[in-house]
Structure formats: structure tokens, C-alpha cells
């Protein structure tokens, strides 16, 4: 994979508004298509335990997987790909 592009979901656009966290996790791992071994999604932290019980993930720590993807919990506001952290 090479360099992840920022988030496809624009967080200003109402129609995005109605998502819950699975929802924008699902949209992220979409627009990513097939190559998802290398891909890690940033999970707002305030909203990681609602990830979790809507998805049914079973946490490692502060990561999880999903459909895939590496998810990891982080000070972010919204669902994105993590790039050079």
C-alpha cells in the first residue's frame, strides 16, 4: 500500500452526519477497496466503546480487527487512516 489519502469523508457534509462509528469505520474500509494488510484506521477514543459493541470486536489492548483493518484507538476526531505515526 502506499501512502494513505486523508479521509474520503468530508465531516462537514450533513448527509455524513447520520453515520454512527461502524458506519464510518465500514465507509474508510470501502474506500480502501481490497488492499487492507497494511491498512490501520484511527478510531476517535471517545467513540471506541461504541465501536466495539456495535461491531462486536473483541479489543487487543487499544487496537482491534476488523474486516481486515487494524483499528486503533487515538485522540482523533473522526475515522482515519493513520499516516506516519
Known amino acids: 500500500m502506499t501512502q494513505p489519502q486523508p479521509s ?4 462537514r457534509d450533513p448527509a455524513k452526519a447520520g453515520l ?4 464510518a469505520v465500514e465507509a474508510e474500509i470501502e474506500h480502501y477497496g481490497r488492499d487492507l494488510h497494511e491498512l490501520v484506521l484511527l478510531v476517535p477514543e471517545d467513540r471506541w466503546d461504541e465501536f466495539l459493541r456495535l461491531s462486536g470486536c473483541e ?20 475515522v482515519v487512516a493513520q499516516e506516519g505515526f
Open 8 to 11: 474520503h469523508l468530508d465531516q
Open 20 to 23: 454512527d462509528i461502524r458506519q
Open 59 to 78: 479489543p487487543r489492548g487499544e487496537t482491534a480487527e476488523y474486516r481486515g483493518a487494524i483499528l486503533r484507538k487515538a485522540a482523533v476526531t473522526a
